[in-house]
């Protein structure tokens, strides 16, 4: 009678993360919180000190003036500035304009000189790998 062997199993190069204590959590120590350590470098306890931050910066401003208001007051200050005033701001937009506007013509250059079939670049590299003429056969 013939003996089966048996699969040997694999043994677990890395270990399971634990705390000093052997413990799979740890306390944070800026903030206290108990956390698993598998999910340590996910934990952003300083994110959410700002988070909180922000949330009572919120909560001691006057909380009239939205968005929508903030807005509308950028708007009547822009109508409300002279033409020597907003020329800085009207420059540089142009500015902008023309280097965007000399992107999109490049892009638009290089998409033309892109060249498929025959003439394609890709047979250019088929033929110095494998050197020696591709033949494209019709049948």
């Not at 934990?43 to 700002?50: A, E, G, R, Y």
């Not at 006057?62 to 009207?90: A, C, H, L, T």
């Not at 025959?118 to 088929?126: K, L």
């Amino acid at each position: 009678m013939a003996a089966t062997r048996r699969r040997r199993v694999k043994k677990r190069v890395c270990t399971i993360p634990r705390a000093p204590d052997g413990s799979a959590f740890f306390n944070c120590g800026t903030c206290g919180v108990s956390v698993a350590i598998s999910l340590a470098d996910m934990h952003f306890c300083q994110s959410n000190k700002m988070e909180f931050k922000r949330e009572s910066f919120m909560k001691d401003q006057d909380m009239e003036i939205y968005n929508i208001e903030i807005d509308r007051i950028g708007f009547e200050k822009w109508k409300n500035m002279s033409e020597e005033e907003k020329q800085p701001f009207v420059s540089r937009a142009r500015e902008l304009d023309n280097k965007h506007q000399e992107a999109l013509k490049e892009e638009a250059d290089d998409i033309i000189k892109v060249r498929y079939g025959a003439d394609s670049p890709m047979i250019d590299e088929m033929q110095w790998i494998f050197g020696e003429s591709v033949e494209f056969s019709k049948e």
